[in-house]
């Protein structure tokens, strides 16, 4: 009995069998309100994610906790929608969905699974879907000599900005830069 769990947007489901485990799941919903960015999908068990196909993609991006390390072999069990999943040792770029990526998956069934080589620690890892802007729950069935645990949904690299004290001190200071040039040249 394999039971999936999406409360929250986070899951993990594990079946055991006398301490073995025999089939794993992790699953995200991927909803319009979720980020979105143009992106290529991934080929299967290639060296540094390779991609294809850019289009607008919404995607939900969550950490993951691999317990021991080995080769886990992903298949794609998405009750609604053919997903894609991407895993990173570092954050993930939407504008380069191949920077820092270890493996990515886009298969439709376990005849077309993609395996990836993780060591134990904590990884970025991306949900998405193959067709543009489409939405549904991304469900992947694993198999590996660990448990994957998903953590909390990750959010966007922040922006650096300025304050608002830091943007008047700033047009002050170039302020007195423009009137002290100014009366260099003899205007004031």
Known sequence: MMKTLTAAGIAATVLMFGGSALAQSISV???NASPSGTFGRF???????E????????????TLTVS?????VFSDASPDVDAILGIYDA???????????VTG????????????????????VVFSTYM???????????????????????APA????????????????????ALTAARRRGFG
């Not at 991609?51 to 969550?62: C, G």
């Not at 998956?105 to 970025?124: E, F, K, P, Q």
């Open 132 to 154: 543009s802007n489409a939405t549904g729950v991304a469900t992947y069935t694993y198999s590996g000599p660990g448990t994957l645990t998903l953590g909390p949904a990750v």
């Open 158 to 177: 922040a922006v650096p900005t300025l304050t608002e004290w830091a943007m008047i001190l700033l047009a002050l200071g170039l302020g007195g830069i």
């Open 43 to 49: 080929l299967n068990n290639t060296p540094n994610c």
């Open 68 to 72: 021991a390390a080995g080769t886990y």
């Open 91 to 101: 954050p993930f770029d939407p504008a380069d969905a191949t920077l820092n990526c």
């Open 29 to 31: 919903p991927i909803t």
């Open 105 to 124: 998956v886009d298969d439709l069934s376990s005849t077309n699974a993609g395996a990836g080589a993780l060591t134990a620690g904590t990884y970025t």
């Open 51 to 62: 991609v294809y196909n850019a289009a607008p993609r919404f995607y939900e991006v969550r």
